[in-house]
């Protein structure tokens, strides 16, 4: 699986959108982008993911650069239950039946009140 | 839809003893489940895969007959610590896919188990 690159914290105001950034330079072409996010002590919930086109569901959107290096996923009104561990995965056929998802160490989002 | 059930969400047990965790997809089949393991401010570490009715692919260095998994029914994924240490104390998180396509479908998890061994 190619490998992510993620901040380790950000903070961001209640109401504020949040952007978190991924970078995954060596993302193969037919591998997805993921995001998952944990809040404490609880198992990963799914929030989006996308292959190249940018992507946009209830919870956020997913931008996707168009060299596929990079992505940002954006919570447009972030609220204090947003506070969680956030991790961007990249998951597809690099590795031939490899379906699993690789977890990174994530972006801990902090939303200040 | 999609959910994931993990049973119980908390154990403690006395070492040397045996606890069954088990993991059930509620509302679809899930062909291949995914067990994973949490240490506290750690990432989330794959341990095995496994896919109904076949035996378990353990990742690298994780020991199969300690760590005993089942996938008996399309619904039902169970995993197994046997004769428990201290050190096997951690957060267990197993997840499911269902028979849809393999990459552009999310896989969903469960809630997790906080296993003590005192």
């Known amino acids: 699986d190619a490998k992510t690159t993620q901040p380790p914290s950000m903070d961001c105001a209640e109401g504020r959108a949040a952007n978190l950034p991924c970078n995954h330079s060596?993302?193969?072409?037919?591998?997805?982008v993921y995001w998952y996010r944990q809040i404490h002590s609880q198992g990963p919930q799914y929030i989006i993911h996308g292959l190249k086109n940018n992507e946009t569901n209830e919870m956020a959107s997913l931008i996707i650069t168009e060299d596929r290096k990079s992505s940002t996923l954006i919570l447009p009104h972030a609220t204090l239950r947003d506070t969680a561990v956030y991790y961007c995965?990249?998951?597809?056929?690099?590795?031939?039946?490899?379906?699993?998802?690789?977890f990174g160490t994530g972006t801990r989002l902090t939303i200040i009140p | 839809g999609a959910v994931v059930s993990q049973h119980p969400s908390r154990v403690i047990c006395k070492s040397g003893t045996s606890v069954k965790i088990e993991c059930r997809s509620l509302d679809f089949q899930a062909t291949t489940m995914f067990w994973y393991r949490q240490f506290p401010k750690k990432s989330l570490m794959l341990m095995a895969t496994?896919?109904?009715?076949?035996?378990?692919?353990?990742e690298q260095g994780v020991e199969k007959d300690k760590f005993l998994i089942n996938h008996a029914s399309l619904t039902l994924s169970t995993l197994t610590v046997t004769s428990a240490h201290p050190e096997d104390s951690s957060f267990y998180i197993c997840?499911?896919?269902?028979?849809?396509?393999?990459?552009?479908?999310?896989?969903?998890f469960g809630n997790g188990t906080r296993l003590t061994v005192t």
């Open positions: 060596t993302i193969s072409g037919n591998e997805y």
């Open positions: 995965i990249v998951r597809g056929r690099a590795n031939f039946g490899n379906e699993k998802l690789t």
């Open positions: 496994s896919n109904e009715g076949s035996k378990a692919t353990y």
């Open positions: 997840s499911a896919r269902g028979q849809e396509k393999i990459y552009n479908s999310p896989l969903h």
